[in-house]
């Protein structure tokens, strides 16, 4: 979501909304929501022998959100 407001200039509404992903070392494996990555991608990265799976629960968590701006503070409940 940082990186969504960051690099991307989205505004914090987007940047929670947005589908996210997800991989850590152990399990070794990258998680995506739906609409996360494109089916080129999916195939792309297990041609690479990543191994890739959409999240099971449709969501990879919450992200309640205040972003500091200045000309006031902008909010963004749990999605």
Request: glycine share 10%; charged share 15%; no cysteine.
């Amino acid at each position: 979501m940082i990186s969504n407001v960051v690099d991307y200039d989205m505004g914090i509404n987007a940047a929670v909304s947005a589908p996210r992903v997800h991989h850590q070392h152990l399990p070794d494996i990258l998680l995506y929501e739906r609409d996360g990555l494109a089916d080129s991608m999916v195939a792309a990265l297990r041609s690479m022998h990543y191994a890739v799976d959409s999240a099971l629960r449709g969501s990879l968590g919450i992200g309640a959100s205040i972003l500091l701006t200045p000309t006031g503070v902008s909010g963004m409940g749990a999605v």
